[in-house]
């Protein structure tokens, strides 16, 4: 059974907009939740991790992400997009001893 | 941060060969390695748990005779693609866990491995 969907595998922004990316995992709340940047034939990059000690979570180049539990959501978001955030976006719940990954997002940034 | 790399970065190949990628953790010891598969546009797919010293757990629709695991070392985990067919084409990343602090969930990635079968 899926545990997180990642709404939209193609999000669009200009340079500069705000960046939101979304996701939902199931209803059992994972002690852990990530989010994974991955660009071209790369592996995978951390960008930050929720570990239940606050709903607030801030990562690298800027992103961070909000915990809410009533609404199953951990959504990214960045304030002003960069050129450099084009890549694909990988929510990630930690589950009995692994990580489960949504379908991705794939982010295009316009100049 | 810790680091795991992975050889090849890119491998080609003729149907009906084996071939074999490996998984380093270059600074620190991993007990536990994944191997996961990613088709182009899509997702990781999970496609087995490699322990040190034991056998590897393969997900369901995994085949283990296709796809051997060996986790020999606390730093080194292969993948052998026994066989391998152009359906086998795929880029593999593997990724590792330090449990060194406690289990915080988070894994480290190689830079993948792509795969082409001709």
């Known amino acids: 059974a899926q545990s997180v969907t990642q709404l939209g595998s193609h999000v669009s922004v200009s340079e500069g907009a705000l960046v939101l990316l979304r996701c939902n995992y199931s209803s059992s709340v994972p002690p852990y939740l990530f989010w994974y940047v991955q660009y071209p034939n790369q592996g995978l990059q951390l960008l930050l991790k929720?570990?239940?000690?606050?709903?607030l979570v801030k990562g690298i180049n800027g992103f961070e992400a909000e915990f809410k539990k009533s609404e199953t959501s951990f959504h990214l978001t960045k304030p002003s997009a960069h050129m450099s955030d084009a890549a694909e976006y990988f929510c990630?719940?930690?589950?009995?001893?692994?990580?489960?990954f949504g379908q991705g997002t794939e982010l295009s940034v316009k100049p | 941060g810790a680091v795991v790399s992975q050889h090849p970065s890119w491998v080609i190949c003729k149907s009906g060969t084996s071939v074999k990628i490996e998984c380093r953790s270059l600074?620190?010891?991993?007990?536990?390695m994944f191997w996961y598969r990613q088709f182009p546009k899509q997702s990781l797919m999970l496609m087995a748990t490699?322990?040190?010293?034991?056998?590897?757990?393969?997900e369901q629709g995994v085949e283990k005779d296709k796809f051997l695991i060996n986790h020999a070392s606390l730093t080194l985990s292969t993948l052998t693609v026994t066989s391998a067919h152009p359906e086998d084409s795929s880029f593999y990343i593997c990724s590792a866990r330090d449990l060194l602090g406690g289990d915080t969930g988070e894994l480290f990635f190689g830079e993948g491995s792509r795969l082409t079968v001709l």
């Open positions: 990630a719940p930690y589950r009995r001893g692994k990580l489960i």
């Open positions: 490699s322990n040190e010293g034991s056998k590897a757990t393969y």
């Open positions: 600074d620190f010891q991993a007990t536990t």
């Open positions: 929720y570990t239940s000690a606050a709903t």
